[in-house]
């Protein structure tokens, strides 16, 4: 089970921090990412991590850093000089087995959490 949290109302140019923390022992065999999903759009990919942190991908390079924390079961996705386009419910979602190729498709990803909304204002 992954519980997304750390979202609300920030302003444009600030950051936050989203978490996503996974229940059960097994969180380090699980490939993570954060997904969005603007009012009116499609759900979309946002960033990726494997195991062991050594592999990262992201839609959009610079603003964006994933982390996790084994230790914790948790992941982590920081989202510096918001923009008004960034306002959205961002998910988390988790997997064993990916193929690379696969990693930016929902269809990946097996396990997902609730959502955490961000919203920026102008």
């Known amino acids: 089970q992954l519980q997304a949290s750390g979202g609300g109302l920030v302003q444009a140019g600030g950051s936050l921090r989203l978490s996503c923390a996974a229940s059960g022992r097994t969180f380090s065999r699980y490939r993570l990412a954060w997904f969005r999903q603007a009012p009116g759009t499609e759900r979309e990919f946002v960033a990726y991590?494997?195991?062991?942190?050594?592999s990262t991908d992201y839609k959009e390079s610079g603003r964006f850093t994933i982390s996790r924390d084994n230790a914790k079961s948790t992941m982590y996705l920081s989202i510096n000089n918001l923009q008004l386009e960034d306002t959205a419910v961002y998910y988390c979602?988790?997997?064993?087995?990916?193929?690379?190729?696969?990693?930016?498709?929902?269809?990946?990803?097996?396990?997902w959490g609730q959502g955490t909304l961000v919203t920026v204002s102008s």
């Open positions: 979602a988790a997997s064993e087995t990916i193929i690379s190729s696969s990693r930016r498709r929902q269809s990946a990803y097996a396990y």
């Open positions: 991590i494997d195991r062991g942190s050594a």
